[in-house]
Every structure is written in C-alpha cells, then in structure tokens.
C-alpha cells in the first residue's frame, strides 16, 4: 500500500491562483515564502498593529468575525517527483511540485475554497487544515476516517471554509505518513497582533527530514522505537555534511535591515522533533501562540512542540555586534534525534553582508516541556466554569501484538478506523453502533463544558492536538492527575496543541459550540498512525444538517471503488 514515491523541487515557484469576489488575482507565494505585499486593512499600520478595519485586536472573533465579501480560492496538485533539499536526492511525495507546499494566504474573515487534485500513483489522500476551528464546517476538516473518505487518484476534492481566525498555521495530509514525505504548507491570515512591528517576515517551516520515505521506516518505528532523522530543513533547505568535502545544499537566509522588527511566524511540522529556537544574540517578543494572540512576552529561546507555532517579533538591534547570526533550532535529545543535530540552522543578515555568522548560541536546559503556562495569556480574555457537564479520564499507554509491533493505546484500546466508512458518513446513516476500537465519545449536550484529562505513566512526551476547537489549558505537569490538582479557570492559556509531559498530564476543556466528528491525537506521526488517538461526536443530531450528503458519499463510491479494483486495505490506525 505504502510505494516510494517520488517528486521534483523545482524552486518553490508552486502554481497558486487567488481569486477574490471582485475577481481580482493574487500571484502565488515567492519561492522563500515570504508573505506577499498587500494592501493594509484600514487602520493596521507599523504603529498601530491593533486595528484591522472595523475590528481590533479586542474584538472576541469566537463571537464576530468581518464579511470582507472576498473569497480566495487555490489549486493544490498532489504529485509525485524526486526531491534534493539538502543536495540529497530522495523520492518524495509534493504539492505543486514543491516542499514546502504553496502558502495559503487570506485575510480575517475571507472565505476559502481550495481544490486538491490528486495525481499520487497508488495513495488516497486528505489533507487537513490545522487548527482551523472549521465552525459548522466539520465535512472540511480533512481527516480521513473520520470526516471524509479517503481522495483516490485521478479525482479532485474541494474544501470550503471560513478564515474566522487570524495568524500562523499549516495544512498537511492527514492519510497515514503522507504529511512527513512532503505534502505540507503554511497557512497565514492576516489581522491584527498585541505588538506593533514593521515587517512580517513570514512563515518560517521547520521539519526533521530522512534521505529515504518514512514510509519504509514505518516497521521500524513500529518496532523498534523511532528512526532518527537524517537532517532538518527550514523552509525545505537545509546544507549536509557540514564542512566536508562531501557537502551539499544551502542554508536558509534571511535579511535584517538595522533599526527594523519583524514579525516571523515560526511552524514545528515534524514527524517526532521537538525544538527549542535562537537567533543569536537577539531577543524575541511572543505575540500569538497556535491562532491565539496573547499578551507579549520577551525570551531568549523558544520551545516549541510539534505542530505549535509561535508568531514572534525581533528587532534588528544588534548590528553593533555582529553582521551574521546563526538562526538555530536544536532538537531535544530528551524526546528527539537527528544526525544533524548543532547544525540545523539559518543565517541572519544584516544589510548586504553575505558572511558566515561566528555567534555562540544561547545556553538551555534540553528538555521537552512547553513554554510555561504563566507566559501564555490570552489577550481576549476567556474564564472556564468550575462545573462542567462532560469529564473523561484518558490514559495513553503502550501494548505489543502477537507480531511483536507496537500499539499506542488510549485507555486500553488502539484506534482502528476505515478509509472508506468515515465516522460522518456513519452518522449519515443513522448507524451510530460505534465499534469500541474507533475510541468514540459522544457529547450530545449543545453549548456545555467538556473536561479531558490525558495522562501517562510513560517516560515518553506526547504533543496532543484537539481538532475543531481551542482547547483551554486548565492543568499541565509531572505525575497523575487527582482531584487535588489545581485548575486555572481563569483565562487558562489556549490553544490547539499542549505537550503531555513524560510521566504527566494535562487537562483540556472547552464548550461544545461546534458540531461534528472532531479527532484528538498525538501529533508524533509514528505514534498516530499505530493507534494514538480517539474522537468526538459532538452534538450528533445536527451533524447530519452540516453535511452534503452527495458529496460525502459520491467521495466514498469514488476511493472504495479504487481500493477495491488495487486491494488496498488499511493497514495502520486509519488517521
């Protein structure tokens, strides 16, 4: 099922055509993916990065978003090419013809239409938008299994959702290993920020890579504890033996005029690397954390989880000092291996110096342990009620089959689903006798509080990632949760990916407010496809009324007519 697939790089110049109400077209990203110009929304300014129009930073947008009366609409081909990001050449799987894939810009409140065509050999595909909340739009979350059956080759599938947030985030197939063989990209909207800042630098991707397909090393994390990469690429480059005869590729640049701040939109999408991020010498202010703005922060290094993202601002102060600095992001060797470990790194500029940076890096404890929750305050204030009508204990554990493979569990059971019989479409059919390995949990109540507790006695990290909401962060630390555990009620940090300590917990809530089947996982690619992870059908009733229903089921003709004509099965958790 699992072929090496194989694509080119050209320079990411990847087709990308925009087309707004007005049909007015946008070009597509530059090859570096730098945020395109574009006009200021009324108000926003250098000086003034709170206003956004009629709107502010203030403005609640779980409660009102702007009808800018503009859509965007993309093309994304899924093909298959070699690739040579660090100079190593390797088969991979690409959109558009490049990895990273096209930038996904819109502004706050737009609205999407994205069109993906699949021109994959023998691979189904979806690909889902991370951390958009998809409110009332749960058939476009992308996620096989669960909210659609999987897209055969040769068809093409079209996502429609609303921007209802703004900052930094990224798409990626959400079919088996698909996303850490190169089908992912960064998604921006634009709206306003906590912190005024001169330029948006733009999006800033960091992914471990491996010279082969992970899907060959799949058996072996399966078996045998996770392989370790090869190298590490920021914005798909990245040099291979440093200083050696025998070195290929280059290095992501990236230029600073002095006296000038900048806005950069850091995106973790690695299939099992945690990294903590420097520039040399400079200081950061955190001005959005996931899709959430919070109250800015300043630090010297920043710990990010995979699938986080962190908006940030740094001001191009220190020229005094130095023209060059190393722009870093050093892997954890608590939780994370690389061969490449002290030199997956950038370069920083100062004006027109092309020179190789000498700057020493910041001291840090290696660990694996997100930013602590003090830092993270949301700037739009939201309180979470003491009392609660949902509350779940989820224990992540470990268990070995009879072939002597691993199986993440979550209270006992590994989740087993199919590509071709998604949860909604079970839904559509008023079959809902859920099996227990499809580790459903249904909340029926509208508009009610839901507590998760997720907890291990295992030494090992787990990035835990809630589709179709922010969660709020209400606990997070070292040993089990008990009912003396204090909670943070009061504006709790929120986001869409929280780090379950080794040998630790968490504790997420949040309202049902949108309907749909929505997935929690562990981000940690190896981890998800061998069973860690569990769903929710919430607010049951009225799934059906959000679904079209021709759509879904014409999809799922399409992919189990494929699988029957190729005899494809699942051979991994379905997600």
Known sequence: MFPMVALSLPALTALLTVISAAAASITAPKSDNTVGKRAACAGNTA????????????????????????????????????????????????????????????DWGDELIIHIINNLNINGTSIHWHGLRQNYTNPNDGVVSITQCAQAPGDTFTYRMRATQYGTSWYHSHFSLQAWDGIFGSIVINGPATANYDEDAGPIIIADWFHESVYSLAAQAATGGPPTPENGLINGTNIFEDGSADQTGSRFEL??????????????????????????????????????????????????????????????????????????????????????????????????????????????????????????????????????????????????????????????????????????????????????????????????????????????????HLHGHDFHLLAQGDGTYSTDTPLQLSNPPRRDVAMLPASGHVVLAWETDNPGAWLVHCHIGWHTVNGLAFQFAERISEIPSILDADSVEQNCDSWNAFASANGIVVDDSGV
């Open 255 to 464: 230029t600073f005029q002095p006296g000038t701040s900048y806005r950069l939109r850091l995106i973790n999408v690695a299939i099992d690397s945690f990294w903590k991020f420097m520039i040399d010498n400079h200081t950061m202010t955190v001005i959005a954390i996931d899709l959430v703005p919070v109250v800015p922060f300043t630090t010297d290094i920043l710990s990010i989880g995979i699938a986080q993202r962190y908006d940030v601002i740094v001001n191009a102060d220190q020229s005094d000092i130095a023209s060059d600095f190393w722009l870093r992001f050093i892997p954890q060797s608590a939780c994370s291996s690389n061969d490449m470990a002290d030199n997956i790194r950038g370069i920083v500029h100062y004006g027109d110096s092309t020179g190789t940076p000498t700057t020493s890096q910041y001291e840090f404890s290696d660990d694996c342990l997100d930013m602590d929750m003090s830092l993270l305050v949301p700037h739009v204030q939201k309180d979470v009620p003491p009392t609660h009508f949902y509350e779940e204990k989820e224990d992540v554990g470990l268990s070995v089959n009879s072939d002597g493979t691993l199986k993440w569990t979550i209270n006992g059971s590994s989740l087993a689903v199919q590509w071709g019989d998604p949860t909604v479409l079970q839904i559509l059919n008023n079959d809902t006798t859920f099996d227990t390995s499809q580790n459903l949990i249904r909340l029926d109540e509208a508009n009610q509080w839901a507590y998760i507790i997720i907890e291990t006695t295992l030494g090992v990290a787990h990035p835990i």
């Open 47 to 106: 000086d003034d990065r709170t206003s956004w129009c009629d709107f502010s930073i203030d403005t609640d947008w779980y409660e009102e978003v702007p009808d800018t009366g503009v859509t965007r609409e993309y093309w994304l081909e899924l093909v298959e090419t070699d690739v040579s990001p660090d100079g190593f050449t390797r088969s991979a799987m690409t959109i558009n013809g490049s990895i990273p894939g096209p930038t996904i810009v819109a």
